[in-house]
């Protein structure tokens, strides 16, 4: 056993006039470099999320305007195309009409000349009286009432190939020998036409009429 085994610690410490320290774990509160550190490493993640959510919730935004913007311009375009379309149909029956209407009134003329004419051919007709002629002038009265019959069928044909040029088609079926129209059918005047024209055309009306509630329909005004 040496020396040095004899010496007692506590003695020692006294002499040297130090003790025996053990080392402590500090509580860093927020004021050192790493607390600080921490603290800036949290709010910048707090400010993330936030901005996350903010940019998730501008996201939904956009796609929910982009959504309205697309239904806007599929509106927009169907709305063109409807409107052009109409705008065509309308500017093309407008001149169709027109034509009718000039066509229309131009054979109203047609048939008031032909009844005219047909009404003068039958005056010259009913001026022959057969139950007159004697027989010293049968043959000279036939060879005259020959002549006003076929000048009178000249002109009533060519009173009804000129109805038929104008676009009327009575007057094909009567030059053929079928059964005529009743009497005081030609006495008729622009009122009827203009009623006949009426009833054709109201289906081509109705038929646009439809297509138009169809298309607001279609558009959601309705």
């Known amino acids: 056993m040496g020396a040095s085994d004899f010496f007692d610690d506590d003695l020692l410490r006294k002499r040297t006039g130090t003790r025996s320290r053990r080392p402590s774990l ?21 400010g993330a999320a936030e901005e996350i959510e903010r940019l998730r919730r501008r996201q939904s935004e956009l796609e929910k305007e982009r959504e309205d913007l697309e239904t806007l311009s599929q509106r927009q375009e ?14 093309r029956s407008i001149v169709g009409f027109e034509k009718q209407e000039t066509q229309s009134a131009r054979l109203v003329e047609h048939y008031s000349t032909a009844r005219s004419e047909c009404k003068k051919l039958l005056g010259e007709l009913e ?36 109805v038929e040029a104008a676009g009327g088609g009575d007057g094909a079926r009567m030059v053929h020998g079928a059964e005529p129209e009743p009497e005081g059918a030609l006495e008729r005047g622009f009122l ?23 298309y607001l329909v279609l558009m959601g005004w309705l």
């Open 78 to 91: 169907a709305y063109e195309k409807g409107k052009r379309e109409l705008h065509e149909n309308l500017s």
């Open 26 to 46: 500090t509580v860093d509160d927020g004021s050192s470099a790493l607390g600080r550190h921490r603290d800036t490493v949290t709010n910048q993640v707090s």
């Open 127 to 162: 001026q022959i009286h057969e139950e007159e002629w004697t027989e010293d002038s049968f043959r000279s009265n036939l060879t005259s009432a020959s002549s006003v019959l076929e000048n009178a069928r000249a002109a009533y044909n060519k009173a009804v190939a000129t």
């Open 192 to 214: 009827y036409w203009l009623k006949v024209g009426f009833a054709i055309s109201l289906p081509f009306i109705l038929m646009m009429a439809l297509l138009f509630i169809a």
